[in-house]
């Protein structure tokens, strides 16, 4: 443990504040979405979640004003999405809904809470979003308890085995004992573990271990039972025995970390594998250095200088392994670097970086003097060792709430989005900035900036109105908006006349005096991008199958399939994938710099289309609208790849 590490786990620590973490079941997208107001009733509400929840013990409702509930049928699974959840509708009238959702993560059995409200032909007010509440608070004692034990448990446990296998290399009374009082530690930390996830979900025993956060709860009693079996043969026969002891607690390691925060992350197998290195790493330094103060008692000698020369290498060695993958782990984690003071998560984070900042200075004491000193006096490997131990406990007391706290890069959902469209009118006189917020289908903030084209000042106008009309979905119906005078050449209004997602034709009218311009502006509502699977086959277009809402899709293809003149075809499909009756469709072409060009395709069966479009080199943006049979409005933002 030189100075050179020493100075990098202090780097480190600092660094474990700059990071972002994939953590807690949070609500990322919704239908509808909150605050939309829409022009008829949803036949189900699908929730999309950062993790995906338990089904059986996770909730949904859906109550109007007087709490009456509107769900039927039971709470399902998106087929292959398990982060989404469905929960069918009975029929709704116009008025104002708000939806609760109460979730039990599967993969870290963390409970998230929350609601929203959506409008029926009704605009959702500020009211009915404060009525809607906020989440309850996930941490429990026993929880945070049950965490702390077992990080203690297996961490003395697997530190004491490799220590006991190398570091003295013969059986120890001490060391056994240690053994024995670290397996009973971690065994206490599983059950309490279990019992606060049970209590969580609200299941019977039997459910709760039937379900995969259950059998997440029986892996790792398998690894701590996998340990106790060695500890047994260790009686017997020592070496092989603490190797069966530091293999199952490196494996009941892994499995608590694989049902953790990390298993939720972008990769996660790699960031399991990073966060087991980094608790096994921690293991064999602190837990070794328990056993080693243990095993080497009060009397120096060559035996015990021996001893602790092995465990200083090893733990040099795990260390390093503690710096890379805790760095590695951290730019995972935090997400800037003001959510190191702005949030909860990154304040624990800094006390736990603070401390291993003086576990680290202390190693480096004990490595430079009180080693060498073990064949002469013990005093200060042990004064110095005592005080990392407590300064530890202080560690796993942190770590225990860091994983029941919320990591602020996934407990948020994304921030609203801002749509901004720029225009000026015919005769070039005046130039407009039409700003929408969030800018989604629904109820949204309009501000309108109105500048001379020439000079770019601000425009002192009379009335600014603005005209909403949808190209693409006729039925959606034209409407009107009124703007409120602010600052010089400044005005904003709030309106539900984005009804729908998709393209708009938005005319805002300037007048001053008795003279008005008109300037046209093109909006497109903000949509998340689609999830879009590929399909090759020798000699035969590619082939792009879209996901729609409700479990339905479309297949898309061009042919030929390469820049100029080509069909664009579209096939609309049910969720048991029978073709879907679509009466009406548009394909709108987009270049950069140039208006869109809206095709109405023909129709080659109930629910297929081709349109004659000319595709450019490179990427090619589509977007592509229909009205089903059933009334629904279908909005589909593409982007497809152009081969050369």
Known sequence: MGRAAAVALGLAAVVLGASRADAHGVLSASQP???????????????????????????????????????????????????????????????????????????????????????????????????AGDAPSNRSVLGVGGRALLYAGLSALFGAAWVGLVAFRERRRSVAVLLAGAWVVSIAGVVALGVAQRHTTGASVGAFLRAPLGRSVLWRAVGVGAAGAGLLLARRRWRAGTAVAAAGAAGAIVAHVHAGHAAAASSPWTMVGLQSAHFIAAGGWLGGLVALLVGVGKRPGPAAAAAARRYAAGAGVALGVLV?????????????????VDTGYGRLVVVKSGLLVLLAGAGAVNHYRNVPAAGRSLRGLRRVGTAELAVAAGVFTVTGFLTTA????????????????????FATTVRVRLQATPGVAGDNRFEVTVRDYDTGDPVAADRVTARFAPPANPAAGESTLDFVPGPLGSFSASGTNL??????????????????????????????????????????????????????????????????????????????????????????????????????????????????????????????????????????????????
């Open 33 to 131: 979405q909150s605050r939309a107001v829409l022009a008829e009733a949803p036949p189900a509400v699908v929730l999309t979640f950062t993790e995906a929840p338990e089904v059986g013990f996770s909730s949904v409702q859906v109550l109007d004003r007087q709490g009456a509930s509107f769900g039927t049928g039971r709470l399902e699974a998106a087929p292959g999405d398990p982060q989404t959840i469905r929960l069918g509708l009975r029929p709704l009238d116009h008025g104002v809904y708000t939806v609760n959702w109460r979730i039990v993560s599967r993969v870290d059995g963390h409970l998230t809470a929350g609601s929203f409200a959506f409008g029926v032909g009704e605009a959702v007010t500020d009211d009915a979003v404060r009525a």
């Open 324 to 340: 890379v993958t805790g760095v590695i782990r951290a730019i995972d984690e935090v997400g800037s670097w003001a959510a190191l």
């Open 406 to 425: 919320a990591p602020p890069a996934r407990d948020t959902v994304p921030a609203p989005s801002v749509v901004v469209v720029d225009g000026n009118d």
């Open 499 to 644: 009804a729908v997602a998709g393209r708009w034709r938005v005319t805002v009218v300037v007048q001053r005096g008795a003279d008005a311009v008109e300037i046209p502006l093109d909006l497109v509502t903000a949509v998340p991008a689609p999830t879009m699977t590929e399909s090759r086959s020798p000699g035969q277009p590619t082939l792009w199958d879209v996901a729609l809402s409700r479990g339905r899709s479309v297949q898309v293809y061009a042919d030929p399939e390469r820049p100029g003149p080509t069909e664009f075809h579209a096939t609309f499909f049910t969720a048991d994938g029978k073709e879907l009756p679509v009466d009406a469709a548009t394909v709108t072409a987009l270049k950069a710099g140039i208006d869109a060009v809206v095709s109405t395709p023909r129709r080659l069966g109930p629910g297929h289309f081709v349109a004659d479009l000319t595709a450019p080199a490179g990427r090619w943006a589509l977007e592509l609208t229909a009205v089903t049979a059933d009334g629904d409005y279908l909005f589909v933002p593409l982007e497809l790849p152009m081969p050369t």
